[in-house]
């Protein structure tokens, strides 16, 4: 237990600062939403290319990854069903759900408690080429395609209507700075090739901004007055111009604005999406894992532990940038890194922990 609560402890300091800072009004009014652009645009892609361009791109390419894939995808599409069907959410929201519901904070807690309970943590590493390479960019272009709608039907037709979808679609890498940089890190491991080294140590210190950046504005969102549209802090899609109209913002005006929404829902939308995340997805992977792959004992605590990390801050940032309501993203991180000290103790401990 000492050992989870060592790799927790940066998180809750971090935050903490966060929300002090927010109380304090030191940054000022604008603080949240410039930190959270700065992490989007400018550090996330930094750490996420240096991650990229220096892993081999085989290596999630086996049965364990097969187990935490499986427990993945159908937790992020029951994240997204539910967050329709019982909580009246509209498409790019839906698209947060699941991504609070099975995206795993697999960099600053899983890797601390990976190497304190399994003794290294090279699935790990796999794991976070898994989120970035595949699960993010099918969250950013649905999430694109989501809030893009409104521009879809100011073609004059149905036809015109569908070409702006797919130009969008078509154009995405190069719009999105996070899988823009994944690309590139792509391309960049694929041939071998290695930066210069003052270009890597420059990529370096700025990828190590994002996280604590990230926890610093997940804080100061603690503590912020709810916009109109559900926000905690003023938000702007990345590729819409200054002015423009968010679509995200009209979108199901009755059912997804705070006058409508009571806190009794707010809580029982974040039960299900932390039953989801800390209970559900890792019973999936032990399933896919133990009874139908068969893994071995240490392969299947690697899964298990994993599937059972909380949610990661990014969705956080990814429902902040698009200008969606910041609550749902804001509250299952929080409650999930409680609850996850929790599921990740009695993993361990019915499965057993592999010696260091």
Not at 76 to 88: K, N, S, Y
Not at 148 to 154: F, K, L, P, S
Not at 324 to 340: G, K
């Amino acid at each position: 237990m000492h050992a989870l609560l060592s790799a927790f402890a940066p998180i809750w300091t971090l935050t903490a600062i966060g929300y002090a800072v927010g109380r304090s009004g030191l940054l000022g009014r604008q603080a949240e939403a410039v930190l959270g652009r700065f992490v989007f645009h400018v550090a996330m892609p930094a750490a996420l290319f240096t991650m990229v361009s220096g892993a081999r791109l085989d290596s999630f390419a086996n049965p364990s990854m097969v187990a935490f894939a499986a427990g993945t995808a159908l937790v992020c599409g029951l994240g997204f069903l539910t967050a329709g069907r019982l909580f009246g959410r509209g498409t790019a929201d839906r698209v947060i759900g699941s991504m609070t519901s099975g995206y795993v904070n697999s960099a600053n807690l899983g890797i601390p408690v990976a190497v304190q309970v399994l003794g290294d943590a090279s699935f790990v590493a796999q794991i976070i080429l898994f989120q970035v390479l595949l699960v993010s960019p099918v969250i950013l272009t649905l999430l694109d395609s989501g809030t893009g709608t409104g521009e879809a039907g100011t073609g004059g037709g149905t036809r015109s209507g569908r070409a702006v979808v797919l130009r969008r679609m078509l154009t995405m890498p190069v719009r999105n700075p996070i899988i823009m940089a994944s690309l590139l890190g792509v391309a960049v491991s694929a041939l071998g090739l290695r930066l210069p080294h003052a270009l890597a140590h420059s990529c370096d210190l700025l990828g190590a901004a994002a996280v604590p950046t990230a926890l610093i504005a997940l804080g100061l969102s603690l503590n912020a007055r709810p916009a109109e549209n559900g926000s905690t802090a003023p938000a702007r899609h990345p590729v819409l111009a200054k002015g423009t109209e968010h679509p995200a913002r009209t979108e199901h005006p009755t059912r997804t604005g705070p006058l409508t929404r009571t806190k009794r829902a707010e809580r029982a939308e974040v039960v299900v999406t932390v039953a989801l995340k800390t209970l559900v997805q890792p019973l999936i992977a032990f399933a896919v894992g133990g009874p139908l792959l068969h893994l071995p004992e240490h392969q299947l605590l690697a899964v298990v532990l994993c599937s059972a990390l909380p949610t990661a801050q990014n969705a956080f940032i990814y429902s902040q940038q698009y200008g969606l309501d910041t609550r749902p993203a804001r509250n299952a991180v929080v409650a999930s890194t409680v609850v996850s000290m929790v599921t990740l103790s009695l993993a361990t401990w019915a499965l057993g922990a592999a010696p260091s």
